[in-house]
């Protein structure tokens, strides 16, 4: 969905008002005449394109695949392939690389909490942007726990458990948007803090006191995953339940 901003849809129906009034979205009063049969038709009489409408195009430009919260999206995705690379090189275990893993992986996290909020900010929400990044978000998180366990620095478990709920959430957050859309809560927003900060404390070489802390963090990370995971279920059901009933209710309406 490539979406336009408010101040620049009101730009071209607000600038044909009285002569020398500025536009509803800012931009300046028109210079020239309109056509009075077509006073919505964006463009003068004599062929030019209205400013409203060079507003309005500006906006729909900017909310193109190539904007800056995509661009963001994609670097991510290009980031897996080189973190792995990073994370695999010396045998996995050489200090050096890991912190060059860890600082792709960092940046990787850090673009994700700028994607979205550059989005809805900017009004730069694509049907791209919707698909890509909940897929880059799942394919970094992946690649770091799946490395993580094949290296032996993560049990096995630790990775089915988070990566079969975020899959299995994705999946139905699909499956009961007929219904509605389940919004994400704080705990859902605490549980990928918790997660990027433990896998990165992970993929870093750490020893010591930091091995000891870094372990009671995934710990919190796992109980945070799954405890959100079933209040993500339980606002499912009650959503498929409320959209049942409200479409029962509506066709006996129509019956009646």
Known sequence: ???????????????????????????????????????????????????????AAAAVNQASLWNVANLLTMLRLVLVPGFVALMLAGGGYDPAWRSLAWAAFAIAMITDLFDGHLARTYDLVTDFGKIADPIADKAIMGAALICLSGLGDLPWWVTIVILARELGITLMRFVVIRYGVIPASRGGKLKTLTQGVAVGMYVLALTGWLATLRFWVMAAAVVLTVVTGLDYVRQAIVLRRQGIAERAAALEETEA
Do not use: E, F, L, N
Request: proline share 11%; charged share 15%.
């Open 1 to 55: 969905m490539t979406g336009v901003p408010a101040s620049a849809a009101g730009g071209s129906s607000g600038a044909h008002g009285a002569p020398g009034s500025a536009a509803t979205s800012g931009a300046a009063p028109d210079s020239g005449p309109r056509d009075s049969g077509s006073p919505d038709s964006g463009s003068h009489d004599d062929g030019r394109p209205a400013r409203g409408a060079k507003i």
